[in-house]
């Protein structure tokens, strides 16, 4: 799983980067509506200039100079200097030209069908150029400022705002691993985390009730059901020495109490604290004790076992539901092979197979409970319970089958 940033970090991050953003858009309108503001102080200038000629000319019928030394007036395109009129012919409607480190705006006028071009060098009168280190130098220092500001702005406002939260995550976590959780939400203010508190420990306290009472409940009903299934062994026993059944009731009825005993020592397990404790132990040994304590097994000489693992690999789990998981493959490998025979290899140092032919069907979703083959003469928990009991002990458990072998994969 990727490890993503705290959600506190992550609004002090997305705060200070949206400060930084409108601190250079800030800083970016400052210096364009400067330098716009500055040109259209200059074509203001000009336009004055040429507005003043025009009233000249009105009142005496004559052209007057410009009244300043950097104002220029020309009759034709073609006396303006070389650089200029260059420009001009590239683009007609552009009134500021630069060259030569200078700077100049003009504007076109007519007087009684004549044209004129009023030229100004303003090149003295840039404030931008001048100026723009020292501007640069403010903005830098107002960024810094605004920035210094908004990230102790944003600390403060994150940890204000998420340390309640916080603390519940905390508590969640500390209350998770003890198992408990009362009382931490008297901790918080009534306000919305202090009722998300609250429901959290709600929530938590009537999941502990249900799983108390659950443990309690399958502790005692396999306790309670350990006596007559003891009762049905004996009396098996006995119907089997007089003969009273046929082979195939006997053989039914045997199978019934072992699959009974079995899911009764299963529910007792996963009840029971115990689960949790690992040994190291042979596993050739713990598969071989799983098929001779099988009596069902034993008795029929006809099935065979082919296992093909070393002698001397170990394994760190529970000794008590492996046993488990071992005898309820092995009575499935048995009640379902085609040709009375099941292979257990290692596929590989980690991966444990349960190999036997099939016949019938393909049948998908092996591992949910009542799911079974069409010749399937049990309740469909067998494969249920085995995904259960990896699932338990840390093990991946996956099913391959095509139209005549079905294999079991055990990641341990």
């Known amino acids: 799983m990727i490890k993503e940033q705290s959600l506190q970090n992550r609004v002090i991050t997305f705060f200070l980067c949206f400060t930084l953003f409108v601190a250079v858009i800030y800083s970016l309108f400052v210096l364009v509506y400067s330098w716009v503001v500055e040109d259209n102080v200059f074509n203001k200038m000009v336009a004055d200039e040429v507005t003043y000629i025009q009233q ?78 020292y501007i640069s130098i403010s903005l830098i220092a107002a960024f810094l400022f605004i920035t ?64 108390d009472r659950e443990r309690d409940f399958t502790r005692d ?86 296992i093909d693992i070393p002698a001397n690999f170990n394994i760190k789990s529970n000794k008590d539901l492996c046993k488990i998981l071992f005898r309820n493959l092995i009575t499935n490998a048995w009640h379902h092979s085609s040709d009375k025979k099941c292979k257990i290899w290692m596929l590989d140092p980690n991966t444990l197979v349960f190999e036997n032919k099939r016949e019938g069907i393909l049948v998908s979703d092996v591992f949910n409970r009542h799911v079974k083959g069409q010749a399937s003469k049990g309740y469909g928990i067998g494969l249920h319970l085995v995904e259960r009991i990896c699932h338990h002990l840390g093990w991946a458990v996956s099913a391959h089958q095509d139209e005549e072998t079905f294999q079991l994969h055990i990641k341990l």
Do not use: C
């Open 221 to 306: 009903v396999s306790h309670e059901l350990r006596t007559p299934i003891t009762v049905l062994k004996n009396k098996m026993n006995d119907l089997n020495k007089q003969n009273i059944l046929d082979h195939t009731s006997s053989r039914m009825m045997n199978d019934a109490i072992v699959t009974l005993e079995s899911s009764i020592e299963s529910l007792l397990m996963f009840a029971r604290e115990e689960t949790t404790v690992k040994e190291e132990f042979l596993l050739i040994e713990e598969l071989e004790r799983a098929i001779l304590e099988n009596h069902t097994l034993v008795k029929d000489t006809k099935y065979e076992f082919d």
């Open 56 to 133: 000249s000319f009105n009142e005496t019928g004559q052209i007057p100079r410009p009244r300043a030394a950097f104002l220029n007036l020309y009759s034709n395109w073609d006396e303006l200097p070389e650089p200029i009129y260059q420009q001009h012919l590239k683009d007609i409607k552009r009134v500021e030209f630069t060259t030569n480190d200078k700077t100049y705006h003009l504007k076109e006028f007519s007087i009684d069908d004549d044209s004129f071009i009023l030229l100004a060098d303003v090149t003295a009168f840039e404030v931008g150029k001048q100026y723009f280190p």
């Open 148 to 211: 210094f500001t908004a990230a102790i702005m944003a600390v403060g406002f994150a940890r204000r705002a998420f340390d309640p939260l916080i603390k519940l995550s905390d508590d969640v976590r500390i209350a998770k691993k003890q198992g408990m959780a009362t009382g931490f939400h008297a901790s918080f203010p009534e306000n919305e985390i202090g009722y998300l508190a609250e429901q959290i420990e709600k929530s938590f306290l009537h999941v502990q009730t249900l799983l």
